[in-house]
């Protein structure tokens, strides 16, 4: 039997990817086949890259949402008989892991889930994404009793689909004197704690209790052996570990507290395991249904000291171990005086963990998995139900932001390109700024993407500079950082309140959502003064951002709801029984008037700006899609209401603004036709057009700017590069709320 692997993977630091590797060589053993035999599809993170053994095949980038499918198909093709995947929300990308949906839904083998992290109470999406992968999967292994309980109560699996299998605990053995003896640890009374440092692991508990321990058994030494959790680095670097060191400063217990920051592997932490005298897992609260640490400390047959979340008041019931209530000090030190002081009980508490932690063996688990992938081979296979659109993320380019970059400066991003080269002579506008913000805070926000967190301050500080003091924008700037207007257009600025609204709905950080409020509150007085219909437009399209995080800002919504009623007077105005438009021509952005009435649906619910909103959508996608592709509205000569459509200087901005209309409507909708649409928009980059020639230029990594009746444009300014990668990015999300719906 040949079996594909879905997890983390060594030397990624991570507990899931040890288990990973521990089930994959049991497994193979136990099977008499080699580990060549099997093979891995590890999940990277972040963008960081391992030196991965010969058994990973594969890698997915986390929040590369194409590694997924491409995965999906490799597995299919490879000749596996079934698919094992370790399941736990944080390793897969998207909102609450929904990139892993479509991988699953892809697979023409039945597959195995272990669950790792099973909540009691879920988000929405946790619990319909985790539903879905249940619904999908042939058989799901937890590691606890409460798991099962959890699974049948909360998420309506049925009993007969579950497999109780403890957590494996590898066969290493060392002589509890000789380790001591080697760590140096011979006069000393060992307490340890293993495991990634954040904040829910509760070791300030334990330094607490130390002073009334060390009172009555000076020769105390409590080790925290770990290093910070990735994702609590990442976010907030090593503030809970200075925290515990100024704390064991405080509580003047600094000589019985040992701080190793190391990530070690199994056989060094099995060492430790093996010196101490008592293990402490002191997590904050109950919600944690295995803990893998915990197991092996069983496993060696530690004194184990715990309080009491759920893996840890199953492990250790009957007496084979000692609990303390969750931030109890108090009670710990109790316990530890206790126990420090009775040789016998503790020699008690290690015999009946070691006793128990024989049947955690993995050799005892790994028999288990193999017993039931068997049985799984003998039921008959259930032909899946395919939950698929149009939109195939593989048809995609690869995500790059190589010519943004290429066109950014430390000023702001250059408008224009010479082919893929930057114009400077042309200098600065608001108007791509502004779309770059938007871009650069979608891509981190999807792909956590550094390079777009390292140009958000670049784009914002260039609007936070062109903007007035009456709250209006210049909108040019030279290449020597000269202002080459005193006002800028309107268009420009209802696109900066664009971005603006967008940031402050899905900022990264306090510094820049705070900027952009005051930028965006000082613009605000100017936003009924509008004039321009496309302006109005794009400025109710930032206000419904700012308002989905806002919504109790009743003055904003107030602004939005009469702008919203300009746009339907000037539809009415102009509406006749063939012509459902805004004015007498289609001319340029013609998507964003739609989009914008969209968004403002979303917000004040009134069947009018509704009706208007789909009927003119309707309307521009009847002009627009009548051949299967798109043929946007030339900007040569326009489509006057009565006249003849132009086709040349067709432009990428006008591609955007369908995906992005496309994209709402089915937001609001959920009608799964919206999407075929929108991908249809999108196919205009890269050749489903009038001229059937690809724009996106598969070497610079840049958009051209446009055709004319002579071809594609070949220069690559920012305006026409930020379209196709905003385009990209939505029709990427939209792939994602597809499967959120669809669960």
Same mark, same amino acid.
């Given at each position: 039997?040949?079996?594909?692997?879905?997890?983390?993977?060594?030397?990624?630091?991570?507990?899931?990817?040890?288990?990973?590797?521990?089930?994959?060589?049991?497994?193979?053993?136990?099977?008499?086949?080699?580990?060549? =035999?099997?093979?891995?599809?590890?999940?990277?993170?972040?963008?960081?890259?391992?030196? +991965?053994?010969?058994?990973?095949?594969?890698?997915?980038?986390?929040?590369?949402?194409?590694?997924?499918?491409?995965?999906?198909?490799?597995?299919?093709?490879?000749?596996? &008989?079934?698919?094992?995947?370790?399941?736990?929300?944080?390793?897969?990308?998207?909102?609450?892991?929904?990139?892993?949906?479509?991988?699953?839904?892809?697979?023409?083998?039945?597959?195995?889930?272990?669950?790792?992290?099973?909540?009691?109470?879920?988000?929405?999406?946790?619990?319909?994404?985790? *539903?879905?992968?249940?619904?999908?999967?042939?058989?799901?292994?937890?590691?606890?009793?409460?798991?099962?309980?959890?699974?049948?109560?909360?998420?309506?699996?049925?009993?007969?689909?579950?497999?109780?299998?403890?957590?494996?605990?590898? &066969?290493?053995?060392?002589?509890?004197?000789?380790?001591?003896?080697?760590?140096?640890?011979?006069?000393?009374?060992?307490?340890?704690?293993?495991?990634?440092?954040?904040?829910?692991?509760?070791?300030?508990?334990?330094?607490?209790?130390?002073?009334?321990?060390?009172?009555?058994?000076?020769?105390?030494?409590?080790?925290?052996? $770990? *290093?910070?959790?990735? /994702?609590?680095?990442?976010?907030?670097?090593?503030?809970?570990?200075?925290?515990?060191?100024?704390? %064991?400063? #405080?509580?003047?217990?600094?000589?019985?507290?040992?701080?190793?920051?190391?990530?070690?592997?199994?056989?060094?932490?099995? #060492?430790?395991?093996?010196?101490?005298?008592?293990?402490?897992?002191?997590?904050? /609260?109950?919600?944690?249904?295995?803990?893998?640490?915990? !197991?092996?400390?069983?496993?060696?047959?530690?004194?184990?000291?715990?309080?009491?979340?759920?893996?840890?008041?199953?492990?250790?019931?009957? /007496?084979?171990?000692?609990?303390?209530?969750?931030?109890?000090?108090?009670?710990?030190?109790?316990?530890?005086?206790?126990?420090?002081?009775?040789?016998?009980?503790?020699?008690?508490?290690?015999?009946?963990?070691?006793?128990?932690?024989?049947?955690?063996?993995?050799?005892?688990?790994?028999?288990?998995?193999?017993?039931?992938?068997?049985?799984?081979?003998?039921?008959?296979? %259930?032909?899946?139900?395919? #939950?698929?659109? /149009?939109? =195939?993320?593989?048809?995609?380019?690869?995500?790059?932001?190589?010519?943004?970059?290429?066109?950014?400066?430390?000023?702001?991003?250059?408008?224009?390109?010479?082919?893929?080269?930057?114009?400077?002579?042309?200098? +600065?506008?608001?108007?791509?700024?502004?779309?770059?913000?938007?871009?650069?805070?979608?891509?981190?926000?999807?792909? *956590?993407?550094?390079?777009?967190?390292?140009?958000?301050?670049?784009?914002?500080?260039?609007?936070?500079?062109?903007?007035?003091?009456?709250?209006?924008?210049?909108?040019?700037?030279?290449?020597?950082?000269?202002?080459?207007?005193?006002? $800028?257009?309107?268009?420009?600025?209802?696109?900066?309140?664009?971005?603006?609204?967008?940031?402050?709905?899905?900022?990264?950080? =306090?510094?820049?959502?705070?900027?952009?409020?005051?930028?965006?509150?000082?613009?605000?007085?100017?936003?009924?003064?509008?004039? !321009?219909?496309?302006?109005?437009?794009?400025?109710?399209?930032?206000?419904?951002?700012?308002? #989905?995080?806002?919504?109790?800002?009743?003055?904003?919504?107030?602004?939005?709801?009469?702008?919203?009623?300009?746009? %339907?007077?000037?539809?009415?105005?102009?509406?006749?029984?063939?012509?459902?438009?805004?004015?007498?021509?289609?001319?340029?952005?013609?998507?964003?008037?739609?989009?914008?009435?969209?968004?403002?649906?979303?917000?004040?619910?009134?069947?009018?700006?509704?009706? %208007? @909103?789909?009927?003119?959508?309707?309307?521009?996608?009847?002009?627009?899609?009548?051949?299967?592709?798109?043929?946007?509205?030339?900007?040569?000569?326009?489509?006057?209401?009565? $006249?003849?459509?132009?086709?040349?200087?067709?432009?990428?901005?006008? @591609?955007?603004?369908?995906?992005?209309?496309?994209?709402?409507?089915?937001?609001?909708?959920?009608?799964?036709?919206?999407?075929?649409?929108?991908?249809?928009?999108?196919?205009?980059?890269?050749?489903?057009?009038?001229?059937?020639?690809?724009?996106?230029?598969?070497?610079?990594?840049?958009?051209?700017?446009?055709?004319?009746?002579?071809?594609?444009?070949?220069?690559?300014?920012?305006?026409?590069?930020?379209?196709?990668?905003?385009?990209?990015?939505?029709?990427?999300?939209?792939?994602?709320?597809?499967?959120?719906?669809?669960?």
């Amino acid at each position: 039997m040949k079996i594909a692997y879905i997890g983390t993977y060594p030397p990624r630091e991570c507990g899931i990817g040890t288990f990973t590797q521990n089930l994959v060589n049991v497994m193979s053993d136990g099977e008499k086949t080699t580990i060549e =035999d099997n093979y891995v599809v590890a999940i990277n993170d972040h963008n960081l890259t391992y030196p +991965y053994p010969p058994e990973v095949n594969l890698t997915i980038e986390q929040e590369q949402q194409t590694d997924y499918l491409q995965a999906a198909n490799f597995i299919n093709l490879s000749g596996a &008989d079934l698919c094992i995947l370790e399941h736990e929300f944080g390793i897969f990308g998207g909102q609450s892991g929904v990139y892993i949906l479509p991988l699953l839904h892809r697979l023409k083998i039945p597959f195995l889930v272990t669950l790792h992290t099973i909540l009691e109470a879920p988000s929405y999406n946790e619990k319909a994404i985790l *539903k879905e992968i249940c619904k999908m999967a042939r058989q799901i292994v937890v590691m606890s009793h409460k798991a099962i309980e959890f699974l049948v109560d909360i998420y309506d699996v049925p009993k007969e689909k579950i497999a109780f299998i403890q957590h494996g605990v590898p &066969d290493i053995h060392f002589n509890h004197d000789q380790a001591r003896k080697e760590f140096k640890l011979t006069d000393k009374k060992v307490l340890l704690t293993f495991g990634f440092l954040g904040r829910n692991k509760g070791i300030e508990t334990v330094v607490k209790s130390l002073p009334a321990v060390i009172a009555k058994h000076p020769n105390t030494l409590y080790i925290v052996l $770990g *290093k910070t959790h990735p /994702n609590v680095l990442r976010h907030s670097g090593e503030e809970y570990r200075s925290y515990l060191q100024l704390l %064991v400063k #405080k509580m003047e217990v600094s000589d019985q507290v040992l701080f190793l920051n190391e990530y070690v592997d199994q056989s060094e932490l099995f #060492k430790y395991l093996a010196a101490c005298d008592i293990y402490i897992t002191p997590y904050t /609260n109950e919600a944690q249904i295995t803990s893998g640490t915990l !197991s092996y400390a069983m496993g060696v047959g530690c004194a184990v000291i715990s309080t009491p979340y759920w893996h840890a008041a199953e492990l250790l019931a009957e /007496n084979r171990g000692r609990l303390f209530d969750f931030n109890n000090s108090a009670q710990l030190s109790v316990i530890l005086d206790e126990l420090l002081t009775n040789p016998g009980e503790l020699k008690r508490l290690k015999k009946e963990a070691y006793d128990h932690g024989k049947q955690m063996s993995w050799p005892k688990t790994g028999s288990k998995y193999i017993e039931l992938t068997q049985k799984m081979m003998t039921e008959p296979s %259930v032909v899946q139900e395919t #939950k698929e659109t /149009n939109i =195939d993320p593989l048809l995609l380019p690869p995500f790059s932001l190589t010519h943004v970059k290429r066109l950014t400066d430390d000023t702001g991003i250059i408008q224009h390109a010479k082919f893929g080269i930057p114009n400077l002579k042309e200098g +600065y506008c608001l108007d791509d700024n502004a779309r770059a913000l938007l871009m650069v805070l979608m891509a981190y926000q999807q792909k *956590k993407d550094p390079v777009a967190l390292e140009f958000m301050p670049v784009y914002l500080s260039y609007i936070h500079y062109m903007q007035r003091k009456d709250g209006l924008f210049r909108n040019f700037l030279s290449f020597n950082r000269n202002f080459l207007d005193d006002v $800028g257009s309107e268009d420009s600025f209802g696109r900066t309140i664009w971005a603006l609204g967008y940031l402050l709905g899905n900022t990264p950080n =306090d510094a820049y959502y705070q900027t952009g409020k005051l930028i965006f509150f000082d613009a605000a007085p100017n936003f009924e003064k509008l004039k !321009s219909i496309r302006s109005i437009a794009k400025t109710m399209i930032g206000i419904s951002y700012y308002l #989905k995080s806002n919504p109790s800002d009743d003055s904003m919504t107030e602004r939005l709801r009469n702008l919203a009623h300009k746009l %339907v007077k000037h539809y009415k105005d102009h509406r006749m029984s063939k012509w459902h438009w805004f004015e007498s021509l289609l001319a340029y952005d013609n998507g964003i008037l739609p989009l914008s009435l969209l968004h403002a649906t979303e917000i004040l619910h009134e069947e009018e700006i509704a009706n %208007v @909103a789909m009927e003119s959508m309707d309307f521009l996608t009847e002009v627009t899609m009548k051949d299967g592709y798109l043929s946007i509205i030339g900007n040569k000569e326009w489509y006057k209401k009565d $006249g003849k459509r132009s086709v040349f200087a067709q432009q990428p901005i006008d @591609a955007l603004a369908m995906v992005l209309m496309y994209h709402q409507a089915f937001s609001l909708t959920k009608n799964k036709e919206y999407l075929n649409k929108l991908f249809t928009a999108f196919m205009w980059f890269l050749g489903e057009n009038d001229l059937r020639m690809s724009l996106y230029d598969f070497e610079t990594k840049g958009c051209c700017d446009g055709f004319e009746s002579y071809g594609v444009n070949r220069n690559q300014g920012a305006e026409s590069s930020l379209a196709y990668l905003i385009s990209h990015l939505t029709v990427l999300k939209a792939y994602e709320e597809f499967y959120q719906t669809e669960v």
